[in-house]
């Protein structure tokens, strides 16, 4: 778990222009590419796809 990583600091960042990765985190090699909670956790925020850069494509953005 981290902590620090709330979603009033993602929005705070948001504010102030940043851009995001999400990653999954995994600690286990069942959890590799699991995005639900880095998901969860950034619309929490407000984030959206257009914020985040590997959500994007070729094609436009990933399913969000």
Known sequence: SHDH?????IA????QGARFV???DAHSP???G???KAIA?????GLG??????AE?????QPW
């Open 49 to 54: 796809p257009e914020d985040i850069r590997n």
């Open 5 to 9: 990583t709330t979603p009033e600091y």
């Open 12 to 15: 705070l960042a948001k504010s």
């Open 30 to 32: 069942q959890r590799v």
């Open 41 to 45: 956790l950034a619309k929490e925020a």
């Open 34 to 36: 699991d995005f639900a």
């Open 22 to 24: 999400l990653g999954s």
């Open 57 to 61: 494509t070729e094609k436009g953005y």
